[in-house]
T-cell receptor
Framework: GNSVTQMEGPVTLSEEAFLTINCTYT??????LFWYVQYPGEGLQLLLK?????DKGSNKGFEATYRKETTSFHLEKGSVQVSDSAVYFC?????????????FGTGTQLKVEL | KAGVTQTPRYLIKTRGQQVTLSCSPI?????VSWYQQTPGQGLQFLFE???????NKGNFPGRFSGRQFSNSRSEMNVSTLELGDSALYLC????????????FGPGTRLLVL
């Protein structure tokens, strides 16, 4: 079956530090890949997505590249801010048969300190 | 355009009771999915509806059910509540059920005592 593996958290960084959150996946075919962010007490917000190999998703300074050869979709940001503190979820949506069923990773909590 | 709305936002029930949660998708979206989020199990898919038909179902007992109306609004029902049903229930909508980006609502937080 499909699965997503994320790095364990929490990740604690100083403001303006470089961020990487690792995400690898297992799926047949070419799934779509997503990063969602969840702020305390809220639902999930789509951060970025990529639908095919070598696509780069980007939004609000965050980037992730769909790497078919390493089955990875790592999230990066060059300079984090305190306001980026949240939980980040990597997810995949299968190409066929699974409709819009998202499979999520366990989430990585990010804490950014001044 | 208004986002996905869920009602109620918070709910407290006791074991054995049943509960109905409601979700209104983004205007024009016809696919609605439900997810359960708990600290122990994370985010798990419950079911997906499109054009009033259930297209996919996750690995949950039959106590969990749902439906979709002709206006795409959806409800989920949990009967005979158990303590372990305490969770954040998230609804997501998309235009169609084919690998589309899903947009999530704020969730309904259910506490079972």
């Amino acid at each position: 079956g499909n699965s997503v593996t994320q790095m364990e958290g929490p990740v604690t960084l100083s403001e303006e530090a470089f961020l990487t959150i690792n995400c690898t996946y297992t799926a047949t075919g070419y799934p779509s890949l997503f990063w969602y962010v969840q702020y305390p007490g809220e639902g999930l917000q789509l951060l970025l997505k990529a639908t095919k190999a070598d696509d780069k998703g980007s939004n609000k300074g965050f980037e992730a590249t769909y790497r078919k050869e390493t089955t990875s979709f790592h999230l990066e940001k060059g300079s984090v801010q305190v306001s980026d503190s949240a939980v980040y979820f990597c997810a995949l949506s299968p190409l066929t048969g699974g409709g819009n069923k998202l499979t999520f990773g366990t989430g990585t909590q990010l804490k950014v300190e001044l | 355009k208004a986002g996905v709305t869920q009602t109620p936002r918070y709910l407290i029930k006791t074991r054995g009771q049943q509960v109905t949660l409601s979700c209104s998708p983004i205007s024009g979206h016809r696919s609605v999915s439900w997810y359960q989020q708990t600290p122990g199990q994370g985010l798990q898919f419950l079911f997906e509806y499109f054009s009033e038909t259930q297209r996919n179902k996750g690995n949950f007992p039959g106590r969990f059910s749902g439906r979709q109306f002709s206006n795409s609004r959806s409800e989920m029902n949990v009967s005979t509540l158990e303590l372990g049903d305490s969770a954040l229930y998230l609804c997501a909508s998309s235009f169609s059920p084919t690998q589309e980006t899903q947009y999530f609502g704020p969730g309904t937080r259910l506490l079972v005592l």
